[in-house]
């Protein structure tokens, strides 16, 4: 890549890259430019990335499953079934507890339940009484990284949010 000024180049990455495999580039890109600017750390959503920890982590726990709650349109929950099946674990991608099929449990004793990043909570949890309802009632949750960082809202929406009573946690 030639570039008119190399001091002036900056990378961006999409969000639902882990930061895994944005790795391997970035280090080339600074190879090749090192005044490269990136984001700042406080800027990357860890989401993503802990998810997909996550989902090794229960890989090598020994589940027999993963159900990934979210939209096929999402790249980071299909990128989640990637994980799951290149660690030697099928996975399926379900819109909501409905889409599981009772024939994928067959031989299963252990399935893991995950979910992308804007999946909402309501549908795990159609999900996980869907489980219970075909005889995986034994739940327990593992917990690889707390998702402890929140983001500072853009000036304008806490702006409008303080006029509308809304909560803001930021």
């Avoid at 990378?11 to 391997?24: G, K, M, N």
């Avoid at 339940?113 to 909402?120: C, E, Q």
């Avoid at 869907?130 to 304008?156: C, H, M, T, Y």
Wanted: net charge negative.
């Amino acid at each position: 890549i030639q570039v008119p000024d190399p001091s002036k180049v900056c990378y961006v990455t999409q969000t639902t890259l882990s930061l895994d495999e944005t790795r391997a580039i970035v280090e080339r890109l600074k190879e090749r430019f090192p005044a490269i600017r990136g984001p700042a750390a406080d800027d990357i959503c860890y989401a993503t990335q802990n998810r997909q920890q996550a989902v090794k982590a229960a890989a090598a726990a020994g589940c027999d499953l993963l159900l990934v709650v979210g939209s096929r349109n999402s790249s980071n929950s299909r990128r989640l079934v990637e994980v799951s099946q290149s660690h030697g674990v099928p996975a399926h991608l379900v819109d909501d507890a409905s889409e599981i099929d009772p024939a994928w449990l067959a031989g299963v004793s252990t399935v893991a339940v995950t979910a992308g990043a804007s999946a909402p909570e309501n549908l795990v949890q159609e999900l996980l009484e869907r489980l219970r309802s075909l005889g995986f009632d034994n739940l327990r949750e593992l917990e690889v990284k707390e998702e402890d960082i929140w983001f500072q809202l853009p000036a304008e929406l806490v702006h409008l949010s303080a006029g509308n009573s809304l909560p803001v946690r930021a």
